[in-house]
């Protein structure tokens, strides 16, 4: 192979690659390692300790859906917190909402911000809407120190290793359900459904004990492990499959539609058995 590649271990036995043009930037910030690559076949890619967190082709899938799902589960959002997410992204899709007034970013690592900004203009765009506002804290503490704030919470988080533990334990779901509103909607990533199984079975029974409405819904994301990869939504008053499609705005998406939100929910048969299946059980 010709060139040089970089690889992801995404388990111990698998790995991606893909071919560098250049790398445009690499540091170590006081949480992690940074780098900024160009790649022939994602564009522009954000690497956070060697692990592939957004790359220019294909971010839409993951941001889209992170975003607008539970924005129009929420028939008016006005308030909405983002608990990591520097690259910017997400935030770029919540402030296409008119309703909405405030978000609030709550990133760790102010360099991922700086980098994003400079780097990936294009994914880090919505950070400079008037209606942001950035904070560079401890998203688990934030959490706890809030009640009856946010209309959505929106987890953006790295891999559920060093820091990022936290923000996949029951207590930090039992603190959002506290900082929403009372018909406030919740959103995390949860990795992926191919690798990580037992994981999304743990997250959606605390999220059932936690919210009156708990469901798993699925978008692709071709260049995070396996492919396929799972979003856990709480709620205290809104199902997502009863959105009033006549009262959600209008947003430009390149991948999310009325009809996507709707079907995302549909389960394929080895998602709904590991999801009934026994604790210990790996699909
Ligand atoms: N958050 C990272 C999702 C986890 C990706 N995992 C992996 N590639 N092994 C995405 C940040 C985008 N805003």
Redesign the pocket.
């Known amino acids: 192979m010709r060139g040089i590649w970089f690889s ?1 271990l ?1 388990t111990p036995d698998l790995a991606i690659s893909v071919r560098l043009n250049q790398t445009l930037h690499h540091e170590k910030t006081p949480y992690q390692e940074l780098a900024v690559v160009d790649t022939e076949a994602y564009g522009r890619m ?1 690497l ?1 300790d060697n ?4 790359t220019v082709k294909d ?1 839409f899938f ?2 889209e859906m ?1 975003a607008h799902v539970p924005l129009n589960t929420h028939p008016n959002p006005r308030t909405a917190l983002v608990i ?7 935030v770029r899709e919540i402030v296409k909402h008119p309703s909405i007034e405030k978000v609030t970013l709550v990133e760790i690592d102010a360099r991922v911000v700086a980098n994003a900004r400079e780097y990936l203009p294009e ?1 880090a765009c919505g950070l400079d809407d008037a209606r942001v506002e950035i904070r560079f804290e401890d998203g688990i503490e934030h959490v706890r120190q809030r009640e009856n704030t946010y209309d959505v919470i929106i987890v ?4 559920p290793i060093g820091p990022a533990v936290g923000l996949f334990s029951a207590e930090f779901y039992r603190n959002v359900y506290r900082a929403l509103k009372a018909d406030g909607v919740f959103v995390a ?1 949860t ?2 459904p191919i690798f990580n199984s037992r994981l999304i079975r743990r997250i959606q029974s605390d999220l059932k004990e936690i919210f009156p409405i708990a469901r798993l819904y699925l978008t692709t ?1 071709p ?3 396996g492919g396929l ?1 799972a979003f856990s939504l709480g709620s205290k008053e809104y199902d997502p499959l009863e959105v009033d499609w006549r009262q959600a705005p209008q947003v430009a998406t390149r991948y999310y539609t009325p009809a996507i939100h709707q079907a995302a929910f549909s389960l394929p048969p080895f998602v709904q058995e590991f999801l009934e299946a026994p604790e210990e059980e790996e699909f």
């Open positions: 992801e995404q954000l956070l692990i592939i967190q957004t971010e993951y941001h992170i990591g997410g520097g690259d910017g992204g997400v994914i953006d988080s790295t891999d990533q990795e992926s994301v260049t995070y492990p990869w």
